[in-house]
């Protein structure tokens, strides 16, 4: 089957542009997740989607992070404006529903703000 | 809330040694637990899971046993090779609740010499 899907695959971006990212999960797959792992640390859970609806996102820094699953299935996520410690990579995944379905994650994007 | 915590890295073995990653978690009930493997370059890929107590995940020669009773979930491999050389996570998922994302620890190193 095709993996997760994920664009583009480096960024390079200064402090206070805007930036977006793209992730086509695997097909069927009805939970959608945004990671974001800093250098030397875990991931770390921004947002996470159930089909086109939000199921947590307490993690997100909404001042300036935002995220969207139009239609149930590609998801977008936004940073604007971009600060230096938002320097990172991230991951999305997805997975079926149900207790002890893994998460398959796509290959990432890793973003440099300068 | 749940956590993670694993053994420091980085850890570099010799071909052929005896590996052990430990791994403690916090949560209630009784979560599912996972070891990720993170290849230079590459995102994570599942390595093995358990979903219940006493359980034995296992895959590549690897294998992990989850002890409810020290809340542990080690990953052991009795003979290491070179290719083996990557970043090792173990993760949770909680039991009940629609947000069963992925809780991670920091990651542990591995560099196995030739």
């Known amino acids: 089957e095709a993996g997760v899907a994920q664009s583009p695959r480096y960024k390079i971006i200064e402090k206070r542009q805007s930036v977006a990212f793209w992730c086509n999960p695997i097909?069927?797959?009805?939970?959608l997740y945004w990671y974001q792992q800093i250098l030397g640390q875990g991931p770390k859970l921004l947002i996470q989607?159930?089909?086109?609806?939000?199921?947590?996102d307490s993690q997100l820094p909404k001042d300036r992070f935002s995220a969207e699953r139009l239609k149930g299935v590609d998801s977008t996520l936004k940073i604007q404006p971009a600060k230096l410690e938002d320097s990172a990579v991230y991951l999305c995944a997805s997975s079926f529903e149900g207790v002890g379905s893994p998460l398959h994650f796509g290959n990432g994007t890793r973003l440099t703000v300068t | 809330g749940n956590s993670v915590t694993q053994m420091e890295g980085p850890v570099t073995l010799s071909e052929e040694a005896f590996l052990t990653i430990n791994c403690t978690y916090t949560a209630t009930g009784y979560p599912s637990l996972f070891w990720y493997v993170q290849y230079p370059g590459e995102g994570l890929q599942l390595l093995l899971k358990?979903?219940?107590?006493?359980d034995k995940g296992s895959n590549k020669g690897f294998e992990a046993t989850y002890r409810k009773e020290t809340t542990s979930f080690h990953l052991e491999k009795g003979s290491v090779q070179v290719s083996d050389s990557a970043v090792y996570f173990c993760?949770?998922?909680?039991?009940?609740?629609?947000?069963?994302?992925?809780?991670f620890g920091s990651g542990t190193q591995l560099t196995v010499l030739p």
């Open positions: 097909s069927g797959h009805a939970t």
């Open positions: 358990a979903t219940k107590a006493d």
């Open positions: 989607f159930q089909n086109n609806g939000v199921v947590d």
């Open positions: 993760a949770l998922t909680p039991s009940s609740g629609s947000a069963r994302q992925l809780t």
